[in-house]
């Protein structure tokens, strides 16, 4: 019987993350099944899914949206957010981690880690987001169970520690052996589980793998080693707390396995769930700023209310922001800050999420993940608290757009109604980034990919009634230093009546490399500039980076130093020292030898073996450079970096070259020198 349902211990908040076509989804809307939350298997291929209810996810087949969906299993609240696969919507997830406690990474058994797997990996290690792994679609020809955990150990690089053994393999995939209570898991064919004793033929092997498990528990716990060491064994309830401990520290990744789509292994990862994965008590206490002091909040619904907003969605029936409660309550009604726009709200409904349909509460408290509608002027990242307790959250991060559309109204009539809906998109995505081109007068739409752009337009097509043409996208280029200056003087001197201003800097402006950011440092002696208007300089020179020579565009990668300068007794301020580092700058840049970067992809191309060859050369054709290939059941798996300008439109050309079979992702790594003119010309002859 489950009981004690709204206490903090039994409530986990996780994610499910994987790269696209891992299955997250479906493992998703088996575990609603699982549970009893849905009384029909949802299917991706037939549109059928609770999370992907969005009419694009639907007719794409691809997880665009995060969506939260809440279950019950055995005594536990399992608040669960189904995030995006695609590289292109991986701010999404970015949000979605921010507010978690655990997560289910999901892996194909055949692919193993996969470039977007990795991506959100790392993203989780950003958080401390403790994780469990689960090897998927073992079902599927070529599917191996030791191959993709190696993958995990190889890329990834923690200690996975498997707790399963599969009974059968590929099509003959029927259930799997568990190594921590030593039993045999089956399912039939109506998905039903079957609990029995370990078949004569695996128990061997399953001795073995036990005694594996129990000595990497022993080698990354010391209270499992001091046991093992006594015993030469640990009992399970010894080899469960260890389990529990390693997750929950990141010292190691569980590792389940089994076939959503058929039904197999669910139930015993809920069950891991449950075990291994975190309750909101066992976090650390939130934390956030209060002007210039650091505070902590604890998760008891006693303490002052403190919440962040991960998520705004309008929906015909209101706007709703999506919320994840770390202490305090909150009731219908109640007024609560806006913490960073310092004013008051009021909430109306509190509502429980069920993707697109919703139950009403009548209040949350710590470690709930709900939806509140009445609050019009909040976006995501804002920090919820109580008025008499303020306090600031940090928000997740935000990545930089990189590739760019023109976006116009088809109707000048359309224009303002145009801009209200662009302006409602970024407002619920705030990876798109909407602005108009000084130079053009151009509305200028900007987010993290090509598939990205193309989902958020024909969201305005379709919600807002549009007509919206798109020019060619446009990637975000950047400005570097090659060679560098030293000893560029600049002086600031200005006499119009009453108090001037002067201030006199010498630079030095030196490379850093392409991936590096902006170093600013001080290297004068005798307190020729004083320390306030040393600061003031680097403020400065931080302006000028706005706008390169090259191009108007970012300048990074250099690192700028202060040699010398003079001020005046009465003429110099932090006003004409912050001008004179804009504007020397500016020149000394001039001066140098300047590099235009362009944003890069490593791109990873699964096309058959038949097809090798042209997709080679068509990488080429786009400024690929092939970093490996290798061969994996009858298909080619080619690995190349690849300037983002050149993959539009790619998937097209793909599908054509390999009669439809060829598939590939991009993961942004960053940005490259870009070839000028002549060396484009050079490389066509």
Not at 610 to 618: K, P, R
Request: charged content about 25%.
């Amino acid at each position: 019987m489950r009981t004690n349902l709204d206490t903090l211990a039994v409530v986990r908040n996780l994610g499910i993350l994987a790269h696209v076509d891992a299955g997250k989804t479906t493992v998703t809307e088996r575990i609603l099944y699982a549970t009893g939350t849905t009384h029909r298997r949802g299917e991706v291929h037939d549109g059928t899914t609770v999370t992907d209810f969005d009419s694009q996810e639907r007719d794409r087949g691809i997880t665009i949206f995060a969506a939260a969906v809440s279950c019950a299993w055995d005594g536990h609240r399992i608040n669960l957010i189904d995030t995006p696969g695609h590289v292109d919507f991986a701010d999404e997830v970015e949000r979605s981690l921010r507010v978690l406690d655990g997560a289910v990474a999901v892996f194909d058994a055949v692919a193993g880690v996969e470039p977007q797997s990795e991506s959100v990996w790392r993203q989780a290690d950003r958080y401390g987001v403790p994780r469990i792994a689960f090897v998927n679609k073992l079902d599927r020809a070529g599917a191996d169970l030791d191959t993709a955990v190696e993958s995990i150990r190889e890329r990834l690089h923690p200690a996975p520690l498997v707790l399963q053994l599969p009974i059968g393999a590929q099509d003959a995939f029927r259930g799997v052996v568990d190594l921590v209570h030593m039993r045999a898991l089956t399912w039939t064919d109506g998905g039903d589980m079957v609990v029995a004793d370990i078949p004569e033929e695996l128990r061997e092997e399953a001795r073995r793998r036990r005694r594996l498990l129990e000595e990497a528990v022993a080698e990354l716990h010391s209270a499992a080693l001091e046991e093992f060491c006594m015993q030469s064994t640990l009992d399970t309830g010894t080899l469960v707390d260890g389990l529990r401990d390693l997750t929950r520290t990141g010292d190691a990744v569980v590792v389940l396995c089994g076939s959503a789509y058929r039904n197999r292994g669910i139930e015993p990862l809920l069950d891991a769930v449950v075990a291994y994965l975190p309750s909101p008590l066992d976090v650390p206490p939130v934390h956030g700023t209060l002007g210039d002091t650091r505070q902590e909040r604890p998760a008891d619904p006693a303490a002052p209310f403190a919440a962040l907003v991960f998520k705004v969605n309008a929906t015909p029936t209101g706007r709703l922001a999506y919320l994840r409660v770390y202490s305090g309550t909150i009731e219908k009604g109640d007024m609560v800050m806006d913490a960073g726009a310092r004013r008051g709200v009021r909430v109306g409904r509190i509502l429980r999420v069920q993707a697109d349909r919703h139950a009403q509460l009548d209040r949350a408290v710590a470690g709930d993940i709900v939806a509140v509608v009445g609050l019009k002027s909040v976006r995501a990242g804002s920090t919820l608290c109580a008025p008499d307790a303020p306090l600031v959250l940090e928000p997740a991060s935000v990545a930089e757009p990189v590739v760019s559309v023109a976006v116009e109204a088809v109707r000048s009539t359309d224009t303002d109604r145009l801009a209200s809906s662009l302006a409602r998109l970024a407002e619920e995505d705030p990876s798109l980034v909407v602005r108009t081109d000084p130079e053009t007068g151009q509305t200028v739409l900007s987010g993290m990919g090509e598939l990205h752009l193309e989902v958020a337009l024909e969201k305005a097509r379709r919600d807002h009634g549009l007509d919206v043409n798109a020019g060619r996208p446009r990637v975000a280029h950047r400005e570097t230093v090659g060679r560098g200056v030293s000893g560029h003087v600049f002086r600031h001197v200005k006499q119009d009546g009453g108090a001037g201003q002067f201030a006199h800097v010498v630079l030095d402006v030196e490379p850093l490399g392409v991936d590096a950011g902006f170093e600013f440092r001080s290297a004068v002696v005798g307190g020729r500039v004083p320390q306030e208007y040393v600061r003031a300089v680097e403020a400065g020179c931080r302006d000028a980076l706005t706008e390169g020579p090259l191009g108007g565009h970012p300048v990074t990668g250099l690192r700028v130093t202060l040699t010398d300068g003079a001020t005046h007794v009465k003429d110099s301020s932090d006003t004409a020292f912050r001008t004179a580092g804009r504007f020397g700058l500016r020149e000394a840049l001039r001066a140098c030898a300047m590099v235009l970067l362009e944003p890069v992809a490593e791109v990873t191309v699964t096309v058959p073996d038949a097809a090798v060859g042209g997709v080679l050369g068509d990488l080429a054709a786009r400024r690929g450079r092939v970093s490996g290939s290798v061969t994996r059941s009858g298909s080619a798996v080619v690995t190349a970096t690849v300037p983002l300008a050149e993959l539009f439109g790619y998937a097209t050309r793909l599908r054509s070259r390999t009669q439809g079979r060829g598939t590939f992702t991009a993961r942004p790594t960053g940005y490259a020198p870009a070839p000028t003119p002549a060396t484009l010309a050079a490389d066509r002859r």
